[in-house]
């Protein structure tokens, strides 16, 4: 807590400074503008229109202030335009910083090496404090690190979501092993994927990682599941599917060969949310349509099976068939 107020200070004091001195230096351009201005109409202004003769002098000196005036303005817009670059990131450091995403400042910090020579250069005073503020950064990182499972938890449970109790750090996991968050210290990333792709991949600040893990955990779990009408889909299909291969009802075809003709039959399909519709069948049911009921054989070969995550799983199922209901 002590070092987040820590890095909170300084940057919003970094961000207080740069907004005063682009505020300022707006300013001064304005009034060095009006005063060039002033200078060139002055020297512009004709013995006849003023009554008034300039020496050699006079003149040579007013050119000379103008030139000033001319390279100033120039030095003035330089050191605008640098400031007007590096604010948004600084905006952005500090946004970050009072919300407690801590990878994110890091991440931005390298890619961004010009903050440190910028405040070299215009806020020397201030370099030793940001180089302590990037040391800051990274204790910090491997504070999260070591408390990620902890602080993940809790930040899930505020949504009713649990860490299954079987996973462990770096691989963690909820929904029955379904979706696997995955965390690479080394690389700084946290992939969220169900067992067939990633879902997301993110930086490992707690609250971001935990909004994708309740986002996609809305998506697949909070839907309303209709039974019979996924139970007729999949008897539907079946038929079709036996049909065509000349097969009678109660053979096994392929779960995969079931789900494809499904597929192509409805473009919003998606493999996660029909794998947790079956998870659902086999825990709730219905099983059983028109006479015959709904069963499922295991497969070894994980790249022709569907992992179906119950509570106690049935592993990889890899044929799907509806034998006789007596």
């Known amino acids: 807590m002590e070092a987040n107020i820590k890095l909170q200070e300084f940057i919003a004091q970094l961000f207080k400074n740069l907004k005063d001195d682009k505020a300022k230096i707006q300013k001064n351009i304005g009034l060095e503008l009006k005063i060039k201005k002033l200078t060139e109409l002055l020297l512009s202004k004709t013995t006849a229109d003023t009554g008034v003769r300039f020496s050699n002098a006079i003149k040579n000196e007013c050119n000379n202030i103008l030139n000033k005036f001319t390279i100033e303005l120039e030095r003035q817009r330089l050191i605008l335009r640098k400031l007007k670059g590096i604010e948004p990131i ?38 030793e404090a940001y180089n302590e503020f ?28 649990k860490l299954d ?17 995955e965390i690479d210290e080394k690389e700084k990333k946290v992939k969220i994927r169900d067992y067939e792709r990633i879902l997301w991949q993110v930086l ?30 999949l008897w539907n299909k079946y038929k079709e599917i036996i049909q065509v291969d000349n097969l009678e009802i109660g053979s096994s075809i392929p779960i995969r060969k079931l789900l494809n003709a499904i597929k192509k039959s409805n473009n919003r399909f998606r493999l996660d949310e029909f794998v947790i519709d079956l998870a659902r069948l086999f825990e709730r049911g219905p099983n059983k349509i028109e006479g015959f009921e709904i069963d499922f054989q295991n497969t070894r070969d994980i790249r022709k099976g569907l992992f179906i995550p119950t509570e106690f799983s049935r592993g990889y199922i890899g044929y799907i068939l509806f034998r006789r209901s007596y």
């Open 90 to 127: 600084i905006k952005k450091l500090y946004e970050n910083i009072n919300s407690g995403i801590i990878f994110n400042c890091i991440q931005i910090i390298k890619k961004n090496p010009k903050i440190s020579d910028f405040i070299n250069e215009n806020y020397p005073d201030k370099l």
């Open 134 to 161: 990037i040391k800051t950064l990274e204790k910090e990182a491997e504070k999260i690190f070591f408390e990620f499972p902890s602080r993940l938890s809790k930040a899930l449970e505020k949504e009713g979501i």
């Open 165 to 181: 109790v079987f996973s462990n750090y770096p691989k963690l996991s909820i929904a029955n092993g379904f979706i696997k968050i």
């Open 204 to 233: 490992p600040d707690i609250d971001t990682v935990a909004k994708a893990i309740i986002r996609e955990h809305k998506r697949l779990l909070n839907r309303e599941f209709k039974g019979e009408e996924f139970l007729s889909e």
